[in-house]
């Protein structure tokens, strides 16, 4: 409990952080591009006076001492543009003069001074050798710089409310359960890291070196939450482990591919594209371990309609802090909303239908087993308590009119009214429980058996008469198996304690072959399958395998919840 | 219920002893219950002072009703008659189980849990008298024979106590702290169960408990 509110607790703080962290650049930077002008030594032209080494501008190759042609848009210098003849009759031109005929200020120096205070959105520049050296002819080497801090802005101050809107939202709906039962308690680690993404996005966007590593590294700390709470439902410890193992080394990779922003590298989309990848990694395997379809080995038991959605839910929570971290990618909001809108079209109209359908069916054999089993019992009851009674009494009477014959002939006819009653639903089973039950049942399967039926029982408290009759009938089908298809001696181990009851059957036959649950369906035999329906009606665990040895092994594991 | 219980006089104590054996019947089925009860009555020497169709009525009625024996059924209902073994004091009358059912669970159930007779209802009424009278002289009455050592097996509450813990494997040590005697105590507990059942080691007890279902609960707790 302290874990989980622990995990919650860090999870908000990552989550107010971030948007701590992203309300920032809005509020005390601008969006900079890193360049200071100044005038150069005539003081007739605007020139790049310092370049911050860690701006923008630097990355963008903008270098000290290069001239500005446009600020903001606004012409600072006339290039000379070329002058062409009139076409001669073959639809040739030849460049006749320029004008101007070299570049020439549109602006003084007053009024260059005065752009020197101005915030910059975009520069036109130019190399000074380039802008001595051009020919009109040749055309300019001019290149284009914008800084449209603004609109940036407006975009960042968008995502950060979105960012809010589903941190807030999310939470309410995913704590009230209505996301599905499963999520309720990952609320929070899931919000933030949906969130987080949308709340760093002006970091990101700020495309300051500094900025864009707080930003990833502020990422990765928000997967962690919803990492570690995935893992948590992995039942397997192996798996877990596994989980635990990859969830560290795609931290610390995400993690150094976010510093590695700070540095110049080569090709910045492709360390964006391993960091988004890395980052949205650190969810998704615990995600899908925990869903299950990582997880190779064979299913003990149908995981049912239920396991299904819970596994669903899961996997879709781990998979879609992916989607939110595209929005640092420019995309925005659009490839989250998409991957919602699908996951709710799909829910609606494909996986709840399916879920409802598969609860039913199960819905209905169960009440398929119960009504067959109550009709069982009343059979029985209505058998021992009427004609059974009512027959001995028969026979009391036959005997005391001297009629030894008639009270002879009486009683076997109340031995076979007797069998079918325990046939139907043994006695003992609801008098004395499950272990002797088992005794009676391997005494008289001894006999069909031909050689050894052994019980070793140890019945040390009495459970549900749902689960000991479920538990009972397993034992009936497993032996019946025993009989019919394995060799005897045929050990039934049965053990009964308040934490539990486990049942374990083996043969000494050739063993339960891998097709025999196929191919069993296929011939119309039922056992596997309603042993396995009877021990997924109590939560049961059920085991069906063959020893390497050979030999048939059956086991039932129940825990009270 | 125990109020009831110390208010009532003990059988025999107010009363000086009667030549006739004092029966009670209880059984769900009103027809077997009122057809019996008149069976019986007639026989000479036997007089049927009460009759119960459920667990409580019958609690109520060896409460009430100073009686040599009870007929008990095992199916009262949905509910189990061998509940009365478990709840009746030690004073109480000697009980029959007279039952419809002739498995020999039930007959080392009951056995087990305390009682002095077991007679299948379809049995011979000269048979049910034999054991009516048995038992009310202080005998024991079982038309089903338990099976070998299984039924026999009525042990004390302690005694069940340690079999249950050399069953998990434990030492002398451990189930002595377990609980909360000495040692030396476990081991005499030990060598008693091991004369009275002819057992040469603590794994043989345990296989023998194990096979014999030592550690069934009685019905109803």
């Given amino acids: 409990m302290s874990a989980s509110l622990l995990r919650d607790r860090f999870a908000l703080v990552i989550a107010v952080l971030a948007f701590a962290c992203g309300l920032l650049p809005l509020t005390i930077a601008r969006y900079e591009p890193g360049i200071r002008l100044g005038l150069d030594s005539t003081g007739e032209r605007l020139v790049v006076a310092a370049v911050d080494p860690f701006g923008p501008a630097y990355q963008d190759g903008v270098q000290v001492g290069m001239v500005v042609v446009s600020f903001n848009g606004t012409p600072l210098i006339d290039l000379p543009q070329p002058i062409y003849s009139s076409p001669d009759p073959n639809g040739g031109q030849t460049v006749v003069g320029a004008e101007p005929s070299a570049p020439r200020n549109r602006v ?133 482990r596994f989980a635990h193992v990859a ?90 909303a998409l991957w919602l809108t699908a996951i709710a079209l799909a829910g609606r109209f494909t996986v709840r239908p399916l879920a409802r359908l598969a609860t039913r069916a199960t819905l209905q054999r169960d009440l398929v087993v119960a009504a067959t089993e109550a009709e069982r019992a009343r059979l029985a009851a209505d058998i021992h308590d009427d004609a059974l009674q009512e027959l001995t009494l028969l026979v009391r009477r036959l005997e005391a009119s001297g009629d030894s014959e008639g009270a002879e002939i009486g009683r ?26 088992l005794d009676w049942l391997v005494l008289r399967i001894e006999r069909l ?88 009606q109590i939560g049961a665990i059920l085991d069906v395998k063959r020893w390497p040895s050979g030999g048939t092994h059956v086991a039932l594991e129940w825990r009270p919840r | 219920m125990a109020a009831a219980l110390t208010d009532a006089p003990a059988p025999g104590a107010s009363d000086p002893p009667a030549p006739a054996i004092r029966l009670l019947i209880v059984d769900d089925h009103p027809v077997v ?117 299984s039924g026999l097996a009525r042990l004390s509450e302690r005694e069940l106590d340690v079999v249950r813990l050399v069953v998990d494997g434990r030492s002398n040590d451990e189930i002595g702290a377990r609980l909360g005697i000495g040692p030396k105590t476990v081991e005499s507990h030990l060598r008693r169960l091991f004369e009275r059942f002819d057992l040469a080691s603590r794994t043989e007890l345990a296989t023998r408990a194990l096979r014999e279902g030592w550690l069934e609960v009685p019905p109803g707790t």
């Fill in chain 2, 33 to 149: 219950r009122d057809g019996t009860a008149a069976l019986l009555a007639a026989q000479p020497g036997i007089d049927v002072v009460g009759t119960a169709g459920s667990i409580d009525e019958a609690t109520a009625l060896i409460a009430a009703t100073p009686a040599d024996v009870v007929l008990l059924d095992i199916r009262l209902g949905t509910d189990s008659g061998l509940r009365l073994l478990t709840e009746t004091p030690g004073d109480a009358p000697a009980i029959i189980v007279l039952t419809a059912y002739d498995y020999p669970q039930y007959a080392e159930a009951a056995l087990r849990l305390g009682a002095s007779g077991f007679v299948l209802k379809t049995a011979p009424l000269a048979e049910l008298l034999d054991a009516i009278r048995r038992v009310a002289g202080g005998g024991m009455a079982f038309s089903i024979r338990p099976r070998a050592g």
């Fill in chain 1, 108 to 240: 003084g120096p007053d009024g260059l001074a005065a752009l020197l205070g101005t915030s910059i959105d975009g520069l036109d520049l130019i190399e000074p050798w380039d802008l001595v050296s051009g020919r009109a002819v040749q055309g300019y080497v001019v290149q284009g710089f914008f800084y449209p801090g603004w609109r940036d802005g407006e975009r960042s101050a968008f995502l950060l409310l979105i960012g809010l809107a589903i941190l807030l939202v999310g939470t309410w709906w995913i704590a009230t359960g209505r996301a599905g039962e499963q999520l309720r308690g990952l609320a929070i680690p899931l919000v933030t890291a949906v969130a987080a993404p949308f709340a760093v996005s002006s970091l990101a966007d700020s495309r300051l070196p500094l900025a864009m590593a707080l930003a990833g590294l502020l990422l990765v700390a928000a997967m962690i939450p919803l990492a570690v709470v995935l893992a948590e439902r992995i039942e397997d410890a192996a798996d877990r």
């Fill in chain 1, 449 to 536: 058996a031909g050689g050894e039926v052994r019980l070793e029982r140890s019945d040390d408290a009495r459970h549900n008469p749902d689960v000991e009759l479920a538990i009972f009938r397993v034992a009936q089908e497993a032996l019946a198996n025993a009989v019919k298809h394995g060799k005897p001696p045929i050990v039934v181990r049965y053990r009964s304690t308040p934490g539990g009851i486990s049942l374990a059957i083996d043969d000494a036959g050739p063993g339960i072959s891998d097709a025999a649950p196929a191919d069993a369906e296929k011939a119309g035999r039922f056992g596997l399958l309603n042993m396995a329906q009877r021990a997924d």
């Fill in chain 1, 412 to 437: 076997t006819v109340a031995d076979r009214l007797r069998a079918i009653c325990g046939d139907l639903r043994l006695p003992i089973l609801d008098d004395l429980g499950v272990g002797p039950a």
């Fill in chain 1, 247 to 336: 969830i560290a080394l795609f931290t610390i990779a995400a993690s150094i591919m976010a510093v590695s922003s700070i540095s110049q590298p080569l090709n910045r989309d492709t360390l964006d594209n391993l960091r988004w990848a890395f980052t949205g990694a650190i969810p998704i395997l615990p995600g899908f371990i925990a869903a299950g379809p990582l997880d190779l080995r064979a299913g003990r038991t149908n995981p049912g309609a239920g396991g299904l959605l819970r596994a669903t839910e899961l996997g879709l929570a781990g998979a879609t802090p992916l989607f939110a971290l595209a929005a640092g990618g420019g995309l925005g909001v659009w490839p989250l």
